[in-house]
């Protein structure tokens, strides 16, 4: 065979190549500007004084949102009870991302949108364009009125005018919205309500569905985002928000003997530790928030950790140590 006819061979190849990484790239382009059909949950906000009172409680305390949305203070720990702006920036593998203004400005903020638009981003990780969110809020188990509760709460606020940059995506960004991300939704029966008493039911609810404790307690795959190890298992590693060159592991709080970091506590110092906050300084734990919860929510959670199956593994609670040696 030919010098010219090797040459002309590879020539079609490479642009053959060429021709299906093109096609591969306008694929992607296109698949990650895709909008989802996903369902708008019949919910409207109230303006009862009960139900707003309802959303504050959860907002500033157990659900945390101003970890994300709220402006942070000299130390770099959000405030409770300012306003829910946003601007934060989270630069991650994929690009970075800037946590949205959830005040009711009607330019910059949430004011533009219906309730139906916010209560889906909420429960199906749905954005008002139809575009999948980054599964950074569990909240698509939140029962109706605690969901109607927090939008009603939001809705109250001073409107704040505070213009948040566009995410910026990169390549490998692009491929994870394309391929990979998909919304969640409910992963069990939606309820109308719950009832807050202090029973392990209700602590379960609280763990699972508002405060998210059970993913950061427990070790997570990062690329499907499943459970890779026993619920509330610890040994998951989580940078600080407020110093990202440190890192902390979360503690086991399963029942286990030898390995959980609740043994010997009683349900009156599990209040206590709650009440008196923070401790490691720069630790993702949201302390500020959590130490506003009720007393009767925080043995609600006791009990129901307490049911947990015991789970050896996670950080040493002999040691007490929960920082991981700085990148």
Known sequence: MSSSVLKSRLVRCLLGLGAVALLALVVTELRAERTIDAPYPNLHTSHAAAVIER?????????????????????????????????????????????????????????????????????????????VMLPFMPFANLCDDDLTAILSYLRAQQPVKHAVPEHEMNALGKVVAAYVLEPKGPSEPVQKSVTPEATAAYGRYL??????????????????????GPIFGGGAVHESITNPTERFVSPNLTPDPRWGWLQGWTEDSFVARFEAGRVHEHSPMPWEAFQGMSENDLRAIYRYLKTLPAAPGGPDPEQRQVRVAAK
Do not use: Q
Not at 58 to 66: Q, Y
Not at 104 to 115: K, L, M, Q
Not at 214 to 227: P, Y
């Open 55 to 131: 959303g504050r409680y959860l907002v500033e305390g157990p659900a945390h949102c101003s970890e994300c949305h709220g402006k942070p203070n000299a130390r770099g720990v959000p405030e409770r009870g300012g306003p829910l702006a946003g601007g934060f920036a989270f630069h991650l593998p994929v690009g970075t991302f800037y946590v949205p203004n959830i005040t009711p400005d009607p330019e910059t903020g949430i004011g533009r949108h219906s309730d139906a638009e916010l209560a889906r981003a909420l429960r199906h990780g749905v954005m008002p364009d139809g575009k």
């Open 207 to 228: 763990t699972h569905n508002v405060g998210n404790c059970i993913a950061c307690h427990t070790k997570m795959d990062l690329r499907t985002g499943a459970f890779a």
